[in-house]
Each structure stands twice: as C-alpha cells, then as structure tokens.
C-alpha cells in the first residue's frame, strides 16, 4: 500500500484487499466508504461479519452452510429423500434451489485439484457413502462442475458409489462447458437438471458405453 494513510486505514485495506475480486484500488475505495459510515452504520457492518462466523455452521449431514444443524432442507419433511444431489461448494445448493429440485443436497467441500492441495480424503465423500448405505436413497446426480476439475470430482465420486445400488446420474452440459455452476440461472440449472444422464445404466456392454459417450 501506498504511503500517506493511516495505520488503521492501511490495515483495513490490507484485510480487504485479500478478499475475491477485489484488488487494491477497489480496497482503497471500500475503506474510505467505511471511514464515511456513522459509527452505527459501520458497527452494523462489523457485527454482521463476526455472527455470520458465529452462527453460520456446516450442517453434519449434508455439510451445506446452515444455522441449525440438521440444515432446513435435510430437516423438511417435504424433501425427496431418496434422491441426493452432489455439488462441490455450499454456494451451489442455493443455485440447485432455484430449479424444481426437491431432493436432498451433499456438498462435498471441494473439488478434486492436486496442485492446490485438494485430494481425494479432503472431500466429504466417504461420508456420502455412508449416507447412501441406508438403502433410502435410489438416485445420486452429480453436480460438479462441467470444467477439468469438476469432471475428475464427478468420476471420483461416481467410482466411490459402484456396486452400491443406486442410480448415478450427472447434469446434462446445459450448463455451458467449462462454466461454474454457481453463475448459471435458474432456467439453465433446471433445463440441465431434466437433461441428466445416467452415468451407470446397468447392465452394459463396453460397446454400448461407447455408443452413449460419443
Ligand atoms: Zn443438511
């Protein structure tokens, strides 16, 4: 940062220049709108950053961001319990919730990417797998995104359901290629939810395969 701020300013911009998106001009033009806010406008601010930490938990059956645990969609006695959608970050539900999706969420916290660090044990799959061995749910729609990472998160998780009996499918591309889920709108998420194919239709010849994937 440049000289002539003060030290509390200078922190400011610091913390906020670290956030998405936002680089040091951007930070630089926050901090002087905080600096204009009335004491109470700014202690609002303030406060609603600390109870998000407070309150906001993971919810520990479907690790979607909730303020009750069991979340309000696994609690809802409406939902379809027999259907689970994967999707890679909490963010994600809120987009899936804008189709006519009923079912029930499992975010897995991640996405597969070694060279960031991400493996296979950081995500919540083995739990996934726990919670489909109940024998309740009959149809896991994978969600991840339709980019390179996304793609290998689906095939890993796809590989931890095999042999458990239940359908695996996976959202249909209507979702642009190499596109995050998280910027699809709601006739976009819902046309790719109908368009879901099956990853595991069994029994199946290696030619048939073939045939589905070309
Ligand atoms: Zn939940």
Redesign the pocket.
């Known amino acids: 940062m440049g000289k002539g701020y003060t030290a509390s300013l200078e922190r400011l911009m610091e913390l906020l220049s670290r956030m998405p998106g936002v680089g040091e001009k951007t930070a630089e033009r926050l901090a002087y709108h905080v600096l204009r806010l009335s004491a109470q406008e700014a202690a609002e601010l303030a406060d609603a950053i600390r109870e998000v930490k407070e309150r906001v938990k993971q919810?520990?059956?479907?690790?979607?961001f909730?303020e009750s645990?069991?979340?309000?969609?696994?609690?809802d006695p409406r939902r379809d319990r027999s259907t689970i959608c994967v999707v890679e970050q909490s963010r994600d539900v809120v987009t899936m919730e804008q189709s006519n999706y009923d079912g029930?969420?499992h975010v897995l916290c991640g996405r597969l990417a070694p060279l960031d660090g991400m493996e296979p044990e950081d995500l919540t799959v083995s739990r996934l797998v726990e919670r489909v061995g109940d024998g309740q749910v009959r149809e896991v729609i994978l969600a991840c995104n339709a980019d390179m990472e996304g793609e290998a998160t689906a095939l890993y998780v796809h590989e931890a359901l095999k042999g458990l009996p239940l359908k695996v499918s996976r959202l249909a591309r209507g979702i642009p290629s190499g596109s995050q889920l998280e910027y699809a709108n709601a006739a976009v998420v819902t046309e790719a939810l109908e368009g879901r194919r099956t990853m595991n239709r069994e029994p199946e010849t290696e030619q048939n395969r073939q045939v589905r994937d070309r």
């Not at 919810?59 to 979607?64: A, G, I, R, V």
Request: charged share 5%; glycine share 0%; hydrophobic share 25%.
């Open positions: 919810c520990s059956s479907c690790f979607h909730s645990d069991p979340c309000a969609i696994c609690s029930l969420y």
